[in-house]
C-alpha cells in the first residue's frame, strides 16, 4: 500500500512565521499535491510537483510556495503565516499524471495561525 | 474546466437504510470519475473509480456507484448503511486529455447515522 506521511498533525502557529508543512511517500510516485480543506470549499489544490525540482501553481498559489528536491519528498512554505492560512492542508501523490490516475492522500496537517 | 456539484452538504440516513450521494460532473469529454471518503481526522481514501466500459461499478466497504452520460452523474450508493459509514464523501472528475491533469474535487457530503 502506498503510504503518504506528513510530519505534523496539528501546528499552531503565529502570524508572519515563516512554515513547512513535510510530506513524504514511498511509492516512488511522480506526481505530488498539496491542497487545503476548509468546510463548505472542499479540496482546492495549492501546488503540485510532476517530477524532481518541478513545480506548478494549483488554483490557490498565493502565500505559499513548494520545494522538491527528492522524488519521495515534497514541502509546503507558507512564507509569512497569515490567520486566513488556518485549515487543514492535505498532501496526496500519484503514479501518473492523468485524470485517471487516483491520489493517495496523507493524514492533513490542522495547521492555525494565530 | 471539468467541475463537480455535490448538491447535498449534509445528509442523515439511519443503520441498516440505503443510501445515495449526488454528483454532477461538467466536463467536455469522458470524463474519469472518483469517489473519496473521508474519517474524521484523516486524509482521504478511493472509496471506486470509473474510467470506462460497466457504467455500474463496485468499490470497497460495499458502495457503488453508477455512471449516467446523459445527466452528467456519478452517483454513490449503498444499500445498507453501519455506522461505521459516518464520513465525509467527495467527488471528483478528472479529464482524459493529453499532458498533465487534474482531478477537480465537489465540496463534499457529511453522512450522518443515526440509530
Known amino acids: 500500500d502506498v503510504k503518504v506521511t506528513q510530519s505534523s498533525r496539528y501546528l499552531v502557529k503565529r502570524t508572519g512565521e515563516k512554515v513547512f508543512l513535510e510530506c513524504v511517500q514511498d511509492?516512488?510516485?511522480?506526481?505530488m499535491f498539496w491542497y487545503r480543506q476548509d468546510p463548505g470549499l472542499g479540496l482546492r489544490l495549492i501546488y503540485f510537483s510532476y517530477d524532481v525540482k518541478m513545480k506548478e501553481k494549483g488554483d490557490i498559489p498565493e502565500g505559499y510556495s513548494v520545494s522538491r528536491e527528492k522524488k519521495e519528498r515534497f514541502s509546503l512554505i507558507l512564507e509569512s503565516a497569515s490567520t486566513n492560512q488556518t485549515s487543514m492542508y492535505l498532501c496526496a501523490s500519484s503514479l501518473e499524471g492523468g485524470g485517471n490516475s487516483p491520489l493517495h492522500f496523507g493524514n492533513g496537517t490542522r495547521l492555525t495561525v494565530t | 474546466a471539468q467541475s463537480v456539484t455535490q448538491p447535498d452538504i449534509h445528509i442523515t440516513v439511519s443503520e441498516g437504510a440505503s443510501l445515495e450521494l449526488r454528483c454532477n460532473y461538467s466536463y467536455g469529454a469522458t470524463p474519469y470519475l472518483f469517489w473519496y471518503v473521508q474519517s474524521p481526522g484523516q486524509g482521504l481514501q478511493l472509496l471506486l473509480k470509473y474510467f470506462s466500459g460497466d457504467t455500474l461499478v463496485q468499490g470497497i466497504k460495499g458502495f457503488e456507484a453508477e455512471f449516467k452520460r446523459s445527466q452528467s452523474s456519478f452517483n454513490l450508493r449503498k444499500p445498507s448503511v453501519h455506522w461505521s459509514d459516518a464520513a465525509e464523501y467527495f467527488c471528483a472528475v478528472g479529464g482524459g486529455g493529453t499532458g498533465f491533469q487534474k482531478l477537480v474535487f465537489g465540496t463534499g457530503t457529511r453522512l450522518l447515522v443515526s440509530p
Open positions: 511509492m516512488d510516485h511522480e506526481n
